[in-house]
């Protein structure tokens, strides 16, 4: 292969004509017509001695060597991005950056907020997209088109490097005038109540608590579902249901919603949130500049959290151990990705 001879235009094109498995939609995506898009196939083929893509009934698949490709070519697109965009420095109090990040809303609850507040004042031009969590996030952050994803570690991706942002407790929360249950609830009770539970993402994906459940072979009376946290401890106010969520966001409520706060009956182990970004962006000064700021915002909310929560602790019971919450030092790793 001689790379003298060869249009390194074209690696943009077969990233396309990867990502889509069409010529029509890769052309799309090109702006260039459907004939320009399939002479660029062919020379592609040329040059590789490859067919790339193949097709099968009314479907066009990858070739081996197509599909051993899209990684090392996503990568090497996204570096010559990043080497042609990232200026030698990062002024926050300048720069017009706009950042993606796909969060829950118990992240957006419990972090995002005071980040956002604090941000503004520094970086007043930077912007910000939410977005929720689900396939597309993990889609997104591998083509480069989502800046960071926090997420428990089953909604990371294995190739791609971590940092543990925090840590939170689960807690068990009733309405004040919940008659079945006192400062305490007992295992039968937590399983013979309903239950509001939250299934966070696309294809409403089991969260944390609920395959610990599963695991010890305890089977909660589902009454409600809600796609969101913040939403579980509104819905247990006015009635008998009971709903477990992380201890952060339990204290947050409780300031202003007529919640008890109970400890566990179960031993569920910790959520691990972690942050993650495209392995190509680590050197990123905008990149490690948001992660600077996403640990001191951590800083600040866990010292407010720790508070509420010794507030919180009065409403316990005496002798239960308190739902605590704690900041992690965060380590670059790369995780497994567990399911």
């Known amino acids: 292969m001689n790379l003298q001879r060869f249009d390194l235009n074209l690696l943009v094109a077969l990233d396309a004509l990867l990502t889509e498995k069409n010529v ?3 052309g ?5 017509s459907q004939s320009a898009m399939s002479g660029a196939l062919a020379r592609l083929r040329g040059f590789f001695q490859d067919e790339l893509l193949v097709a099968v009934g009314r479907s066009m698949v990858l070739t081996p060597l197509a599909d051993d490709l899209v990684q090392p070519l ?6 010559v991005h990043g080497t042609i965009t990232t200026k030698p420095r990062f002024d926050s109090a300048t720069s017009e950056r706009h950042f993606s990040l796909a969060v829950s809303d118990y992240v957006t609850s419990v972090l995002m907020i005071d980040l956002l507040r604090h941000v503004k004042a520094e970086a007043p031009k930077i912007t910000f ?7 597309p996030a993990e889609e997104d952050l591998e ?26 407790t689960h807690t068990c929360i009733a309405w004040t005038k919940n008659a079945h249950v006192g400062s305490s609830i007992s295992l039968d009770q937590y399983l013979q109540l309903g239950h509001v539970i939250v299934r966070v993402g696309e294809g409403a994906a089991v969260n944390h608590d609920e395959r610990v459940l599963r695991r010890l ?10 796609p ?26 409780a300031k202003f919603l007529p919640l008890k706060l109970l400890p566990l009956p179960v031993d569920i ?19 490690t500049w948001l992660r600077t700021q996403l640990k001191k915002a951590v800083a600040r909310v866990s010292g407010h959290t720790t508070t509420s929560t010794r507030q919180a602790d009065r409403q316990l019971a005496p002798g239960r151990a308190p739902a605590t919450s704690r900041a992690v030092t965060p380590r670059g790793k790369r995780v497994p990705m567990t399911v």
């Open 74 to 79: 996503r990568d090497v697109l996204l570096q």
């Open 129 to 135: 997209e939410l977005r929720p969590l689900g396939n």
């Open 24 to 26: 029509t939609r890769a």
């Open 269 to 287: 182990s910790p959520i691990h949130e972690k942050l993650q970004w495209h392995r190509a962006h680590t050197q990123d000064p905008a990149n």
């Open 228 to 253: 969101t946290f913040d939403l579980a401890p509104q819905l247990v106010v006015g009635t008998d249901r009971i709903a477990t969520v992380p201890t952060r966001l339990a204290c947050k409520y």
């Open 217 to 226: 072979n305890h089977k909660r009376i589902v009454e409600v579902v809600t």
């Open 143 to 168: 083509r480069g088109e989502l800046d960071f994803l926090i997420a428990p570690e089953e909604y990371l991706a294995p190739v791609h490097p971590t940092e543990t942002l925090f840590e939170d």
């Open 28 to 32: 799309r995506r090109m702006n260039l």
